[in-house]
């Protein structure tokens, strides 16, 4: 089966740095995608990983290892907008699912 | 371009009713997924297609139907709708390639069976 796990809650202080931690065991891997999610709203795409190492976007990087089977998530100079639920996803390249999703991570960004 | 809309945006339907969902993109995209989004669960595939006229089952296709018959539409049927089905419907496209491009999903159906 396929397995990816992320913390349920985290709450961070505006203005600092957050790391949104992912480990995941599945059978293939074609990439990893993280989504942000508001609360009500539709999921959008925030980064994606197919090789090792560290992407970054601005505020938000994402890393990668695919020997430890793990990614995180980075936000910098946390605003309140980036309240939201962070989603996970490894692309698959074999079985019925092209893409699974962890649970996500609410994080709140406090004052 | 509006992306990916969703019709309706709402519903609240009774045990053994019957409903479709419908799906449009206007980005040309050849692939279209429908997931389902509960509480604890995160996003879990329903059905997808990989072009017009396919369809094939996700994680958890038990009580859906699924028709692809132009590009731009995937419908998302509920023949007889249980409390269980009770959840948020997003629908997703992506251009090609399956898993490694990026799904833009819609804005969501919440539905409620009572």
Redesign the interface.
């Known amino acids: 089966g396929q397995n990816i796990d992320q913390p349920t809650e985290m709450t961070a202080t505006e203005g600092a740095i957050v790391q949104i931690n992912c480990t995941y065991q599945t059978s293939g891997f074609?990439?990893l995608?993280w989504y942000q999610q508001h609360a009500g709203?539709?999921?959008?795409?925030l980064s994606?990983n197919?090789l090792d190492g560290l992407e970054e976007k601005g505020r938000f990087s994402s890393f990668l290892s695919r020997s430890k089977g793990y990614s995180y998530l980075l936000l910098k100079e946390l605003q309140m907008k980036d309240s939201a639920s962070y989603?996970c996803?490894v692309?698959?390249?074999s079985g019925?699912?092209?893409?699974?999703?962890?649970?996500?991570t609410r994080l709140s960004v406090i004052a | 371009n509006a992306g990916v809309t969703q019709t309706p945006k709402f519903r609240v339907l009774k045990t053994g009713q019957s409903m479709t969902l419908l799906c449009a993109q206007d980005m040309n995209h050849e692939y279209m997924y429908w997931y389902r989004q509960d509480p604890g669960m995160g996003l879990r595939l329903i059905h997808y297609s990989v072009g017009e006229g396919t369809t094939a089952k996700g994680e958890v296709p038990d009580g859906y139907n699924v028709s692809r018959l132009k590009k731009q539409n995937f419908l998302l049927g509920l023949e007889s709708a249980a409390p269980s089905q009770t959840s948020v419907y997003f629908c997703a496209s992506s251009p090609s390639g399956g898993g490694t491009d990026t799904q833009y999903f819609g804005p969501g159906t919440r539905l409620t069976v009572l």
């Open positions: 074609n990439g995608f709203e539709a999921p959008t795409f994606y197919v989603l996803a692309s698959l390249n019925n699912t092209p893409l699974v999703f962890g649970k996500g």
